[in-house]
């Protein structure tokens, strides 16, 4: 009775630990209520679609980003390099038309002045022979006859399109283009170029492919102009209306002793370098006329004269004629005169874009649209191969001539 006693006292102690145990105080209860979103707000500024938010201006004349303001640079640089790859492109063309156009000019005239030799060489045997002791020279004849005419025919076809010459024009179209691309590259690297530099760039393009062209048959440079005409390669400035020529300011480099420099430049290259180059190209056009004109004409008398009846004294007019041939086809390729002429039409065109450089930027009367002053006079300086100081007194000695009445005794140029 005693142990029963005892063991539910035990079981009643330990149930009531166990519920000590498990039972917890209760916490007092908070009450969250949602934000209330006002209906304007939320119809301003987000709008729901497709399960996305998406956020909505308040301002729809908002100012345009910095994205949205470089994105006509972008296009006007995406174009430049368009351009600049074809630039790049007309490089390497004119660099293998011409490397192609120097093997013409080489192996055209060994051919020809072989085949003139040749015939030259039966021509002067059939006359030392003479038909003597019944040899008959018919077969001399008539091979010597053929050479001769072959080679009047290749030798007026070779005068005509003037490989030397065509050689200097890709020479100089190479340089050109390359200059051009530099340009080009310059003005993507430190400038924001705009539409108006792609427009220029292409019209500079297009103005060296009219100038250089690469095609022979149509749109052939003329070889044999009247006069020398220099080359221009470079697009005409469109007229513009001139304004009212105020004062000159002293601001962006320009000042009135700097324009009276670039004027008296400009005089020197009228008065010296143009017109020394235009006498000089005249000259070499001359002397290619005379050449061009002669070596076909000699071996045309040569192939007569060793065709004609006359013996042995035919013969020795036709190794004449063709001695002379040989001579004046030598004379004329194998020296370039052509090349020569070309040379001095690009000086000439080279000088005659300087001078107008220097005239359109003193013809623009608000010198805030000028190239900087000082810029633009070391790059006058450098074309002509001078330094500033040298270009100044150059300047300085034009103009002492001009109120001396006496010719200035320099050229511009140092370089050519």
């Known amino acids: 009775m005693a142990s029963l006693q005892a063991s539910n006292f035990i079981v009643s102690s330990s149930s009531k630990q166990i519920h000590a145990a ?48 470089s994105s006509v640079s972008m296009a006007a640089l995406q174009q430049l390099y368009a351009v600049l790859e074809a630039v790049a492109d007309r490089v390497e063309m004119h660099q293998n038309i011409g490397e192609q156009r120097d093997n013409w000019n080489t192996l055209l005239l060994n051919s020809i002045n072989m085949m003139t030799l040749t015939a030259t060489t039966m021509a002067g045997v059939s006359a030392a022979i003479g038909g003597g002791a019944g040899v008959s020279l018919l077969g001399l004849k008539l091979a ?121 430049v400009v005089e020197v290259i009228k008065r010296k370098d143009s017109e020394d180059y235009e006498r000089l190209g005249n000259k070499a056009l001359k002397i290619n006329k005379v050449l061009a004109k002669s070596g076909p004409l000699l071996t045309g008398i040569a192939a007569l004269a060793m065709g004609s009846s006359h013996g042995a004294w035919g013969a020795i007019m036709a190794a004449g004629a063709g ?41 623009e009367s608000d010198v805030e649209r000028r190239e900087n002053g000082e810029l633009f006079e070391m790059k006058v300086a450098l074309q002509l191969g001078r330094s500033i100081s040298e270009l100044r007194e150059l300047a300085r000695k034009s103009r002492y001539s001009c109120v001396e009445g006496t010719p200035i005794d320099e050229f511009a140029s140092k370089l050519f």
């Open 22 to 69: 498990i039972s917890v105080p209760k916490l007092p209860r908070i009450r969250l209520s949602p934000p209330k979103l006002q209906p304007k707000m939320l119809s301003e500024e987000v709008k729901t679609r497709d399960g996305f938010i998406h956020t909505v201006p308040k301002d729809v004349h908002r100012t345009p980003s910095v994205g949205e303001t």
């Open 144 to 264: 010597s006859t053929a050479l001769f005419l072959s080679a009047t025919g290749m030798l007026a076809l070779m005068n005509k399109i003037q490989p030397s010459q065509l050689v200097e024009e890709q020479r100089n179209a190479t340089r050109l283009f390359k200059q051009l691309g530099n340009q080009i590259k310059t003005l993507v690297d430190v400038g924001s170029p705009t539409q108006d530099d792609v427009n220029n760039a292409m019209e500079k393009v297009l103005a060296l492919d009219k100038a250089y062209p690469l095609p022979l048959l149509g749109v052939m440079l003329e070889k044999f102009p009247e006069n020398l005409q220099p080359a221009v390669w470079w697009p005409m400035p469109t007229h513009k209306e001139k304004q009212f020529k105020g004062e000159v300011k002293s601001n962006n480099g320009w000042t009135k002793e700097l324009e009276m420099e670039m004027r008296q």
């Open 323 to 363: 001695a002379l041939a040989s001579t004046v086809s030598t004379l004329e390729h194998g020296g370039q005169v052509g090349m020569v002429f070309e040379m001095y039409r690009n000086n000439a065109g080279f000088f005659k874009l300087v001078q107008e450089s220097i005239e359109s930027t003193l013809d």
